[in-house]
C-alpha cells in the first residue's frame, strides 16, 4: 500500500504547457477552486526539450505539484508530414518533466496522455486492458508511442520507488483555445471551422476528411480540466 500524499491549497503548482488549450484550462479551473500558488513559464522562458535548462529551473522553483499538459500536437496531417518532430520532441519534453519531477522529489504528478494510444482497432467503448493489445493508427503512431512511454516511465518510477506519477488518458478535446489551422486541426475544431466558412460563404458543399467509418469519444476541456483536479486531489 503506497503513502500517496494529498495536495492543498498552499502547494507550489507548476503547469507545464499552461497556454495551450488544455494547461489554461487547468489553470482557470485550479484558480477557481481556490488554488493561487501557480508556477508558469512561457517558450522563451523554459525550453521544456533542453534537459540542463529543464533542470536548472526545477532547481530554482522548486515546485510541489507537477502537471504536464506540454506537449507538441496536431491533427491527422500534421502527423504524417512531421512524424520525427512529434516523436522526438514529445519524448525529450516529458522526460525532462517526469524525471526532473522525481530526483526534486516532487509530491505529486499527473502526466496527460492520449486516446490515441490504444490500438486502432481497440473495442469500444475502450477499456483500459485494451493498452498495447493491438497494432496503433499509422497517422498518429509517433505522438501516440512517445505518450505510451510518458505512461510507462510514470508506472516505472511508480513501481519501483513508489513516486506518486498518475496519468489521464482524455478522449477528443475541443473548446476555448483550440487550434483552427485548416490543416493542422484536430477533428472537432476542423469541422466547426469548415462548416462555420461554409455557412457565411452559403457554401452548398463541405468537404470532410476520411471515410466516416471511424468512432470517436468528444470530451470538453473544461471537463478535462474538472478530472484532473478531482484525480489531484
Known amino acids: 500500500m503506497q ?18 488549450m488544455v494547461g489554461s484550462a487547468i489553470c482557470r479551473k485550479l484558480i477557481n477552486n481556490g488554488y493561487q ?4 513559464a512561457n517558450k522563451k522562458e523554459l525550453d521544456l526539450r533542453d534537459e540542463s535548462a529543464v533542470k536548472r529551473w526545477f532547481a530554482i522553483n522548486r515546485p510541489s505539484v507537477v502537471i504536464i499538459a506540454a506537449a507538441k500536437v496536431g491533427g491527422v496531417y500534421a502527423n ?3 512524424p520525427v518532430e512529434f516523436l522526438l520532441e514529445n519524448l525529450k519534453i516529458q522526460n525532462n518533466l517526469i524525471n526532473n519531477s522525481f530526483l526534486n522529489q516532487v509530491k505529486k504528478l499527473l502526466f496527460l ?3 490515441c494510444i490504444y490500438p486502432k482497432y481497440a473495442s469500444q467503448p475502450i477499456v483500459e486492458e485494451e493498452l498495447l493489445s493491438g497494432t496503433l493508427e499509422k497517422t498518429n503512431e509517433p505522438y501516440a508511442l512517445a505518450k505510451i512511454c ?4 510514470c508506472e516505472s518510477l511508480r513501481k519501483q520507488y513508489s513516486f506518486d506519477a498518475i496519468c489521464l488518458l482524455p478522449a477528443n478535446l475541443y473548446g476555448p483555445g483550440d487550434n483552427y489551422h485548416p490543416k493542422n486541426s484536430h477533428v ?6 469548415k462548416f462555420t466558412e461554409a455557412a457565411l460563404n452559403d ?6 476528411w476520411g471515410s466516416g467509418k471511424p468512432m470517436r469519444e468528444f470530451l470538453h476541456v473544461d471537463d478535462l480540466a474538472n478530472a484532473c483536479i478531482f484525480s489531484l486531489e
Open 3 to 20: 503513502n500517496l500524499k494529498l495536495i492543498d491549497k498552499n502547494d507550489k503548482i507548476f503547469i507545464a504547457g499552461h497556454k495551450g
Open 37 to 40: 500558488n501557480l508556477i508558469v
Open 80 to 82: 504524417s508530414k512531421y
Open 113 to 115: 496522455g492520449s486516446s
Open 150 to 153: 510518458g505512461i510507462k516511465l
Open 188 to 193: 472537432m475544431a476542423a469541422l466547426m471551422k
Open 203 to 208: 457554401d452548398k458543399l463541405v468537404i470532410c
